[in-house]
């Protein structure tokens, strides 16, 4: 197929994803697969339509390019209503959590997006591979690295792809960060420090703050976000871990860490520092190279993100993270190409996550994996 039959429109959106890692002949292919079929966007079925279903994901979906919000799973009838008036969502693409499996027959449904409390992630992914749908699971990906063992191989074995909601991977001052980072620009990386948290005010009473539901507190929820810093900025994977922790309100984090700090080894002994809290207001990414420095701040969350290199402010947008996310993974499933934000990659976070929960019982150093 010749190029000149393409828009420059095409060309470029065809590209423009994951385009670091295709060769030309394969870009190539892709477009003769995008084009050799009709145009359609794929449809996405929110599972959960809580905090941040309403408040990000719905409203991004609204921003996507390659994918739209074609259905919705809720146990509560009202939500069903309201989201089916906003977005326009016939009555036969609404589940709830009973009927959920039925969805094997809607083809208007191409990909599940689990945004659950973390104990649901496992089943609800398992469901919909079983379903026949490709899957995007919230992080954390479930309550430990067995539990993403096991939705892993389910995923394969029903031959759906499965991605995480690492919204992060597609944000162009993180990417500028992995790009600094990894191709050591200014020298090898001589410090890494890092910090994500807020100040939990919420209720008492959530699901967040109990040991089973969510698997941790702050370390789990915010502390996934300081684990990938550390690891995107070197493009390694750590080996070992030392962790401690605090708490200033125990009576409130009964059951789940507050305050955690760690040291993560990386190989050949490089060690980086992080932390993460349900009781601190933290959103940073320092790294020093032997020539040079740079950092994020507010380095995580999706209401703005800054940076600067060597003391000069980073030039780049904000974006719609999560659209980005979904229309690239929308995109790799088109393409059948493999998602940069993979299960095993929250594997891998959990992994560390694990060995940290290990250190902070013993004290000690702990391998990961
Ligand atoms: P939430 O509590 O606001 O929403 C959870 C939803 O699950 C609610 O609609 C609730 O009704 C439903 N639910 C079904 N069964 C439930 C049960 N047994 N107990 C409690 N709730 C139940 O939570 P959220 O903030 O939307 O978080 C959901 C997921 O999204 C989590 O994994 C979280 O870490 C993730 N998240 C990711 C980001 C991000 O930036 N990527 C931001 C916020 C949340």
Redesign the pocket.
């Known amino acids: 197929m010749a190029l000149n039959k393409f828009s420059r429109r095409d060309f470029i959106r065809a590209g423009s994803v994951g385009v670091g890692a295709l060769t030309l002949g394969q870009t190539f292919s892709s477009l003769a697969a995008i084009l050799s079929k009709p145009k359609k966007k794929l449809g996405v079925a929110l599972v959960?339509?809580?905090?941040?279903?309403?408040g990000?994901l719905g409203p991004a979906l609204l921003h996507t390019q390659n994918c739209y919000l074609a259905g919705i799973v809720?146990?509560?009838p009202s939500?069903a209503i309201d989201w089916a008036k906003r977005y326009n969502i016939p009555q036969k693409n609404i589940y709830n959590?009973q009927n959920f499996d039925t969805i094997a027959n809607n083809q208007d449904i191409d990909i599940v997006y689990?945004?659950?409390?973390?104990?649901?992630?496992k089943e609800f992914t398992i469901r919909a591979a079983k379903a026949g749908k490709h899957i995007i699971c919230?992080?954390?990906m479930a309550l430990n690295a067995g539990e993403c063992r096991d939705m892993i191989a389910a995923c394969n074995k029903a031959g759906k792809m499965l991605s995480i909601?690492?919204?992060l991977h597609f944000e162009p001052h993180n990417l500028e960060v992995m790009r600094l980072g990894q191709k050591q620009v200014f020298g090898k990386v001589t410090s890494i420090d890092t910090g994500n948290g807020f100040t939990y005010r919420g209720d008492p009473n959530?699901?967040?703050l109990k040991k089973a539901?969510a698997g941790g507190g702050g370390l789990?929820?915010m502390g996934i976000y300081s684990i990938q810093g550390s690891r995107y900025t070197l493009g390694q994977e750590p080996v070992a871990v030392k962790a401690r922790q605090e708490k200033t309100r125990p009576d409130f984090f009964k059951e789940v860490d507050e305050t955690v700090y760690w040291e993560l080894e990386f190989p050949g002994g490089f060690k980086t520092t992080g932390k993460s809290s349900y009781n601190n207001d933290w959103s940073y990414l320092k790294v020093e190279e032997e020539h040079g420095k740079f950092e994020l701040g507010p380095a995580y969350?999706?209401g703005g993100i800054d940076g600067s290199v060597n003391g000069k402010q980073m030039p780049f947008p904000q974006i719609v993270?999560?659209a980005a996310q979904m229309d690239d993974f929308a995109q790799c499933i088109t393409l059948n190409q493999p998602t940069r934000v993979p299960g095993e990659e929250g594997l891998k976070d959990m992994k560390v996550v694990d060995a940290i929960y290990r250190s902070l019982n013993s004290g000690n150093w702990e391998k990961i994996g």
């Open positions: 959960g339509l809580g905090y941040y279903s309403s990000q809720t146990g509560t939500k959590y689990v945004v659950l409390p973390v104990f649901m992630h919230e992080k954390p909601g690492y919204r959530a699901w967040r539901l789990m929820d969350g999706y993270q999560q």
